[in-house]
C-alpha cells in the first residue's frame, strides 16, 4: 500500500512534525535517506557528554508489540537491565516500527523488541537474540475483532465495504495477517474494505473499534489478553471474532554486526530474567513467562505469509 | 377595602420608596444578569471559533493524509470535558470531507465514517445547504431552526482550497444551569443589597412623612382645642412643611384670640343685659318703695302712737331701708355731680381698710401713686378701691400679701390689686362680675359688680389674671387730661 504523491509533497514541509508524516515517505527511498540524516544529527546534539566518556550506552529500540506506553515501568526494566549488564541502557522509542528498524539497520541501535514480520523481512540485517514465552510457548496470536454491539460478524468476510483500523503496515498480527487471510480467500485486500486506516499502536486498535471508529480490526492477542486483564473496559468493547493459528511471537532482535560480547551479555539478561525476582517482577508486570532463545523457524509461517503477499 | 389613596403617608411615602428601591433593584439585577447571559454566549461563540480555528489548522495534515486516527486523537482532546468550563463543551465534533462526508467524529455511531451527515436530515441537512451557499473556506456560525443545537463550522484550509469542515455543535440549552446559578447568585445579591437598603429607605421615607402625619393631627384639634394643636413637635425647618407649621400656627393664633374675644363679647353683653335688668327692676321697686317708706314716716309722725304700732313701723321700715340699699347698689349712679379723685382719697381708703387688714395680718404694698387730683368722681373712685381691697383682703391668704398698683398717664388711670390668695376657677370667671355670684359665705356678692358698673359707666376696662398663686385686677380708666 502507497500513499499519493500529494502526501509526500506535505511530509517534505512536516519532516520533524511527527511520525505520521514521515512514514508516508517510505515509498520514496531518497526521503528516508533525509529523514535519516536528520535524526543522526538529533541524536548527536542529545547524548549526554557524561555518558561519552564511559563505555557507549546500549540502545535498545521498543515497538508498540507490548504495551510501550507505561513510562515507570520502562524506567524499572532500564534499571535493572543496567545492573544485570553493568552499563548504560537506553530504551528509544519511536511511532512506528519502520523507524525502528531503520535505525537498527542503521546502527544507531543494538537490539530492539521487534514484530516477527519486519524481522522476517530483514533477516539479513538481523539477528534473532531472545523470544518472550506467553502463556508457556514463544507464540501468539492475531486476533480480528469488532464492536461488542456488532453481534453478527463471524469472519473478516462479513465486513467488506466497512472501515477497519490496522495498528502498523509493519506489524505480523496488525496487517500481515489480516491481509494475507483476504488474500488467500480471494480478495483483494486494498480494495476490500471502503476505508482503512492505521493507528500505529494495537492499542488504539482496540480503541477504535471499541468506540465504533472501525467496523473492525487486527490486534496483537498478547496485547489484547493483556489490556483485558489491566483495562477491562477497553477490550469489553470489543468481541473477539476469530483468532489465527500460533505465530511467533514478536521477538529481540540485534542488528547483524552488534559486538559478540555485547550480544551474548544481552541475551543472558533476557534469558536470567525469569531466575531473578526483580526480573519475574518485571516479566508478571508484562504478563510474560520469561523469555526463551528461540529460533528462526518460529517465524517460518510469518515469512510464509509475507512472501505469498509480495508475489 | 383599602384603597391606596385613603393610607396614610405614614405609610404611603415609605411604600412608594419600597417600590422604586424594590424596582430599581430588579431593573439593575436583571439588565446585569441579561448582560452576562449575552457575555457568556459571545464568550463561547468566540471561544468555538478561536479552538474551531486551532483544530481546522491542525487537522489539515491528517485529513491530507487520510490519517483517520489522528483525526479522531485530535478531536477527542478537543472533547476532553473541561469541568471548570461544562459550557464551552461541544456535544458534537465532527470533521467533514470536501464532500460533506464524514471522515471522522468523536462519535462514530451516530457518524459513521464516510457517511453524509446530511442523512440524518434536520439541522445536518441545513448544514449542507448552508455549506452551498457560502463560500468554503469561511468560518461559519449556523443556528438551524427548530434544532437543540447550533453550530460552528470551521474550514480546513490548504492552499486556499477548502479540504472540510470542524463542525462543533453546541447545545442551545447548555446556560440553563449556569443562568440559573447566576439569576440565584444575582437575587442572592439583591436581597442582601436590599436587606441594608430597604430599612434605611424606610427609617428616611418615614422621618419624610412623620411631620406631616403630625401637623394634620395637630390639625385635627382645630377648632376645639386650639392649645394642643399648638403643642405638636414639628421640626423648624425653612422647607415647605416648616412653612406649613409656621402659617398653621399664626392661624391657630387668630383662632385663639378670636375666640377669646367673642367669649369677652359674650361676657359683656351678658353684664349689659343683667345690668338693663336689674337697672329696669331697681327702677319698678325703686318708685312704690319710695311712696311705702313716705307712708311710714307719715304714720309714725302723724298715726297713733301705741308700741306695737310704732315697732311694726320701725321694722317695716328697717326691711324698706335694707331693700334700698340693695337697690341701690344695683343701680349704680355717675351722673350725680362730684369733686375730682385726689391723692388723699387713696389713703383715705387705705386708712379704712386698716382694721380688716390687721384682723387677717394682711399686708398692703402699693406701688405707684398719685401725683395729683384727676377729674373723675371720687366718690365713685373711692367705692371702687374699697371693694377691691375689701374684696383682696377676703381672697388673700392669713397673714398673706396685697399689692395695690396705681398709675395714671396720658389721660389713663391704671388700678391694680393683687392678692396671693386662692386663684379663681377658670369655670367662674365668666361669672366673675354678675350680681349675687359670690363664693364667699359674708357679703351679698355686689362688690364686683358695682366695680364692673362704675367702670363701664367711666367708659374704662376690667381685667382679671387669675393663676394659681395670685390673683389680680386690673383696671383702666380714662380721664379727661385737659382739666
Not at chain 1, 4 to 32: F, L, Q
Not at chain 1, 171 to 183: E, F, Q, T
Not at chain 1, 199 to 223: I, M, P, Q
Not at chain 2, 339 to 356: C, G, Q, T, Y
Amino acid at each position: 500500500m502507497c500513499y499519493a504523491d500529494v502526501t509526500i509533497e506535505k511530509a517534505e514541509n512536516g519532516i520533524c512534525h511527527g511520525s505520521a508524516y514521515r512514514i508516508a515517505m517510505t515509498c520514496n527511498p531518497n526521503r528516508v535517506r533525509r529523514s535519516l540524516l536528520l535524526s543522526m544529527i538529533g541524536w548527536a546534539a542529545l547524548a549526554p557528554a557524561s555518558l561519552c566518556a564511559e563505555a557507549p550506552p546500549l540502545r535498545i529500540g521498543l515497538t508498540p508489540v507490548f504495551l510501550d506506553d507505561q513510562v515507570s515501568f520502562l524506567v524499572q526494566w532500564r534499571v535493572w537491565l543496567e545492573k544485570r549488564l553493568g552499563r548504560n541502557v537506553q530504551f528509544v522509542q519511536r511511532g512506528s516500527y519502520r523507524e525502528i528498524v531503520d535505525l537498527l539497520r542503521g546502527e544507531r541501535l543494538d537490539f530492539a523488541w521487534l514484530c516477527g514480520y519486519p524481522f522476517v523481512r530483514f533477516r539479513r540485517d538481523l539477528k534473532l537474540v531472545a523470544v518472550p514465552s506467553w502463556r508457556g510457548q514463544p507464540l501468539y496470536q492475531s486476533y480480528l475483532i469488532v464492536p461488542a454491539d456488532d453481534r453478527t460478524t463471524r469472519s473478516i468476510l462479513e465486513l467488506r465495504g466497512k472501515v477497519f483500523a490496522f495498528s502498523d503496515p509493519d506489524s505480523n498480527s496488525g496487517y500481515l495477517y489480516p491481509n494475507y487471510l483476504l488474500h488467500r480467500q480471494g480478495e483483494n485486500p486494498v480494495l476490500f474494505f471502503s476505508r482503512s486506516f492505521f493507528t500505529w499502536a494495537h492499542r488504539k486498535v482496540v480503541e477504535a473499534v471499541g468506540v465504533g471508529l472501525a467496523d473492525g480490526g487486527s490486534v496483537d492477542g498478547y496485547v489484547w489478553e493483556t489490556l483485558a486483564q489491566t483495562y477491562p473496559d477497553l477490550t469489553r468493547a470489543t468481541r473477539v471474532v476469530s483468532r489465527s493459528g500460533d505465530l511467533g511471537f514478536p521477538p529481540f532482535v540485534a542488528r547483524r554486526n552488534v559486538p559478540q560480547s555485547d550480544f551474548r551479555a544481552f541475551r543472558a539478561a533476557l534469558l536470567d530474567m525469569s531466575s531473578d525476582p526483580a526480573g519475574r517482577e518485571l516479566l508478571a508486570y508484562l504478563r510474560l513467562d520469561g523469555m526463551v532463545q528461540g529460533d528462526e523457524a518460529l517465524f517460518e509461517e510469518i515469512a510464509r505469509m509475507a512472501k505469498t503477499l509480495a508475489k | 377595602m383599602i384603597r391606596f389613596d385613603d393610607l396614610t403617608l405614614r405609610w404611603k411615602i415609605p411604600l412608594r420608596v419600597m417600590f422604586a428601591v424594590v424596582g430599581t433593584a430588579i431593573a439593575v439585577t436583571a439588565a446585569l444578569v441579561a448582560w452576562e447571559y449575552d457575555s457568556l454566549r459571545q464568550n463561547r461563540e468566540g471561544h468555538a471559533r478561536s479552538l474551531g480555528k486551532v483544530l481546522a489548522n491542525t487537522l489539515v495534515a491528517p485529513v491530507l493524509h487520510d490519517d483517520i486516527w489522528r483525526a479522531y486523537e485530535i478531536l477527542q482532546s478537543a472533547r476532553e470535558p473541561n469541568p471548570a468550563a461544562p459550557t464551552l463543551q461541544a456535544s458534537i465534533v465532527l470533521v467533514t470531507d470536501a464532500n460533506y462526508r464524514v471522515f471522522a467524529s468523536t462519535t462514530p455511531r451516530t457518524f459513521p465514517i464516510g457517511s453524509s451527515p446530511a442523512e440524518l436530515g434536520g439541522a445536518y441537512a441545513e448544514l449542507r445547504a448552508r455549506l452551498k451557499q457560502h463560500s468554503p473556506t469561511e468560518q461559519q456560525v449556523v443556528e438551524p431552526p427548530g434544532s437543540a443545537l447550533y453550530f460552528v463550522m470551521s474550514p480546513l484550509v490548504a492552499d486556499g482550497v477548502a479540504l472540510g469542515h470542524v463542525i462543533f455543535g453546541y447545545s442551545k440549552t447548555p446556560f440553563l444551569p449556569q443562568f440559573v446559578d447566576l439569576v440565584e447568585r444575582a437575587i442572592l445579591v439583591t436581597l442582601l443589597v436590599l436587606t441594608v437598603i430597604l430599612p434605611v429607605s424606610w427609617i428616611w421615607a418615614r422621618k419624610t412623612g412623620e411631620p406631616l402625619v403630625r401637623l394634620a393631627g395637630a390639625m385635627s384639634h382645630v377648632p376645639d382645642e386650639l392649645e394642643a394643636a399648638t403643642r405638636a413637635d414639628i421640626p423648624a425647618g425653612k422647607d415647605e412643611i416648616g412653612q406649613l407649621w409656621q402659617a398653621f400656627r399664626r392661624m391657630v393664633e387668630e383662632l385663639k384670640s378670636k375666640q377669646e374675644l367673642e367669649s369677652q363679647m359674650l361676657t359683656s353683653e351678658r353684664l349689659a343685659a343683667v345690668g338693663r335688668l336689674s337697672a329696669g327692676i331697681a327702677h319698678e321697686i325703686n318708685n312704690p318703695l319710695g311712696g311705702m317708706l313716705t307712708a311710714i314716716k307719715t304714720l309714725q309722725r302723724h298715726g297713733p302712737s301705741d308700741e306695737l304700732t310704732v315697732q311694726t313701723m320701725a321694722s317695716l321700715e328697717r326691711g324698706l331701708q335694707q331693700i334700698r340699699n340693695t337697690v341701690a347698689a344695683l343701680l349704680v349712679e355717675t351722673k350725680t355731680k362730684d369733686r375730682p379723685f385726689e391723692p388723699a382719697d387713696v389713703e383715705d381708703v387705705l386708712i379704712l381698710v386698716e382694721a380688716k387688714l390687721a384682723e387677717r395680718a394682711v399686708n398692703v404694698v402699693t406701688e405707684g401713686q398719685l401725683v395729683h387730683s384727676l377729674p373723675l368722681p371720687a366718690t365713685l373712685m373711692r367705692q371702687i378701691l374699697l371693694n377691691l381691697l375689701l374684696n383682696a383682703i377676703e381672697a388673700a391668704n392669713q397673714a398673706g400679701m396685697i399689692k395695690l398698683g396705681i398709675m395714671a398717664d396720658k389721660g389713663l388711670l391704671r388700678l391694680s390689686v393683687c392678692n396671693d390668695g386662692e386663684h379663681i376657677p377658670e369655670d367662674q370667671m365668666a361669672y366673675l362680675f354678675e350680681p349675687f355670684a359670690t363664693r364667699r359665705a359674708k357679703g351679698h356678692g355686689l362688690g364686683l359688680w358695682v366695680v364692673y358698673q362704675i367702670v363701664r359707666q367711666l367708659n374704662g376696662g376690667l381685667t382679671v389674671f387669675s393663676e394659681p398663686g395670685y390673683t389680680t385686677l386690673h383696671i383702666e380708666i380714662p380721664y379727661d387730661e385737659t382739666q
